[in-house]
């Protein structure tokens, strides 16, 4: 019989890599910092080339109560969720997260308006509570958004956080004040690769460096078209890897919202008979969203339910494992 | 695609002149401007007008001031392998080096192959041997089969290896780029892994009137048959921009608004 033709992939290239947050050596206060990408290989293929870094997990938190998460994820909190401080404190010293990811959502203007100065307070706070590395997720309403994360970023200046999100229409105020004050940026792009690429150029025209952007393509929720992200991401991974410099950034992808959206989430027994227990169906479905995402290269997993995060992990801990491939 | 520029040449005015005079800066221009332009990689020609037995020397200066401006790989451009060797070893292990070039007779292979063995450099190796110009694809493959054994024989890997199909004027022979073709897409099977595949593009339009135009047509069409690499003007900003059009085109580059703009940023 003659030998199998070896079948591994050489990539030229391999995917940026980012450290998020900053400690006391170099000018922020956080007691520990998360880096991510540096992969030159597709994800987990450790026998073709190192994936020098771990896909991390931050846990999504609200600038006020969430209204209408399902009480699956709510009753895992507990009453720390009336309190984003609390809150915060719990995903980091009882859940585990590798890092926060604030949602200021209180701050959209039909959802609370909260002002930018009691936005930049939260962030303050938040800092101040946990030692973590932070996310801070603008509410997607962009004029809003260009009020609030100024002062947000200048709140956190020197804590190297990762900010978003900017997209094609509207990305020079967060990239000014992001140059300004040392944080790195997400990239929001709907669900086209080309689009993701224009936001990453746009970006790097202003000077902002382009190893300090990390991209969101949008996410879906197993059931929902999460075929769309993760062949965008793969496409947008082997792009990178064969060096398209404009697509070598890390990804985020945000788990927990897009799960908890649907119905087989939150849909309770009493409604859906059939469908077993509402309090781990809900789990299932965030894991089983985390997974293919994983495998297409997400390096930012934004997730919600503590039990989803310790399953989520330690599945990260065996596609890690090197030994015997 | 894997752009060599060919403007530090001495047949060039500038360059000639700095040749002459000893003086670097139109060297150091000329080799920023190419690199702004695209420019992976810098052919690095002498020219005939200097005499014959100072061509060595002058390799050797052009290749040190040019190294002083890039860290970029360095085509050495000449049939000698003297000459050649001295612009290697003016390179000093400082940049890549790419032997540019040998033909396909069986003495000069094994001399250039071993060259590029023994200093790690890549090379170009062209259609063409005792028999002059190989005509037919069938010539031109059995030329690049004899290539790539003769890499092979001295354990260069078939990837450092860049073949040249050799273009002609396009108004001395017409059916020539079609034959060049035809030889690009098979040159790609010939090993595992594949060799280059490299034209000097600007001999297509010598004597021609519209040679922007015919080159630059041309490099697609040559693109979308496998070619990966060209000797060319990287200061002819729309052959650059078809060549990175081309590259979207065939899925090589992901698509944005910017993309030209796009792969400029990426160099």
Redesign the interface.
């Known amino acids: 019989m003659s030998k199998l033709e070896d079948a591994k992939e050489k990539w030229p290239a391999a995917i940026h890599e980012l450290t998020i947050g900053a400690l006391a050596a170099d000018g922020g206060t956080r007691t520990s910092t998360v880096t991510v990408g540096g992969a030159a290989a597709l994800p987990f293929m450790h026998f073709e080339g190192p994936t020098p870094n771990r896909p991390v997990i931050a846990m999504e938190i609200w600038d006020c109560e969430p209204p209408e998460w399902s009480e699956v994820v709510t009753d895992a909190i507990g009453d720390a969720i009336k309190s984003p401080t609390e809150w915060a404190k719990k995903c980091v010293e009882e859940f585990g997260a590798d890092l926060i990811c604030l949602r200021l959502m209180g701050t959209h203007p039909d959802f609370g308006d909260k002002s930018p100065e009691e936005a930049a307070q939260v962030v303050k706070d938040i800092l101040e509570a946990v030692s973590v590395p932070l996310v801070i997720w603008g509410c997607e309403n962009d004029a809003k958004d260009n009020e609030v994360l100024p002062r947000c970023s200048e709140a956190a200046k020197g804590e190297c956080c990762l900010m978003g999100t900017v997209t094609e229409d509207n990305y020079k105020t967060l990239v000014a004040s992001c140059l300004a004050d040392g944080h790195s940026l997400i990239g929001l792009s709907p669900i086209d690769?080309?689009?993701?690429?224009?936001v990453?150029?746009?970006v790097?025209?202003m000077g902002f460096p382009l190893d300090r952007v990390v991209m969101y393509q949008t996410s879906a929720a197993l059931g929902y078209g999460i075929e769309y992200p993760y062949s965008i991401q793969e496409?947008?991974r082997t792009?990178a890897l064969g060096g398209?410099?404009?697509?070598a950034q890390p990804v985020i992808c945000m788990v927990g919202s897009e799960a908890w959206r649907t119905k087989e989430a939150k849909a309770t027994a009493e409604e859906q008979p059939g469908w077993g227990d509402e309090t781990t169906r809900g789990v299932f479905w965030e894991f089983g969203t985390a997974v293919p995402l994983l495998m297409a290269g997400t390096d930012i997993l934004v997730m919600r339910h503590p039990a989803a995060v310790v399953a989520v992990r330690e599945y990260i801990d065996r596609l890690m494992k090197t030994e015997g491939v | 695609m894997f752009v060599i520029g060919e403007r530090i040449n001495g047949m060039f005015k500038d360059i000639g002149d700095g040749i002459a005079a000893k003086d670097v800066k139109p060297v150091h221009a000329m080799a920023e401007k190419q690199l702004a332009g695209g420019a992976d990689a810098l052919d690095i020609n002498v020219g005939t007008r200097v005499p014959k037995e100072e061509r060595g020397e002058v390799m050797k200066w052009l290749v040190e001031a040019t190294c002083e401006v890039t860290d970029k790989p360095l085509s050495i451009d000449n049939p000698s392998i003297d000459i050649v060797r001295a612009g290697i070893e003016a390179a000093d292990g400082k940049v890549k080096t790419i032997i540019n070039s040998t033909t396909g007779q069986q003495d000069k292979l094994d001399a250039f192959m071993k060259l590029a063995a023994d200093t790690g450099s890549s090379i170009i190796g062209l259609a063409i041997d005792e028999n002059g110009v190989a005509s037919t694809a069938d010539a031109k493959l059995e030329i690049g089969m004899r290539t790539i054994a003769a890499a092979m024989e001295v354990g260069l890997s078939p990837d450092e290896v860049y073949l040249d199909p050799i273009v002609l004027p396009v108004n001395c022979d017409q059916a020539a780029p079609m034959i060049v073709l035809e030889t690009v897409a098979q040159f790609k099977m010939l090993s595992d892994p594949a060799p280059h595949i490299v034209v000097g593009l600007s001999n297509l339009s010598q004597g021609a009137l519209e040679r922007s135009l015919i080159n630059k047509i041309f490099l697609t069409m040559a693109m979308a048959a496998g070619l990966d690499a060209s000797i060319h003007d990287p200061l002819d900003e729309e052959l650059m921009n078809s060549m990175i059009t081309a590259e979207v085109l065939l899925n090589n580059t992901i698509y944005s608004n910017s993309y030209i703009q796009a792969y400029r940023q990426s160099k």
């Open positions: 690769i080309n689009i993701a690429k224009q990453n150029i746009l790097s025209e496409r947008g792009a398209d410099k404009m697509m």
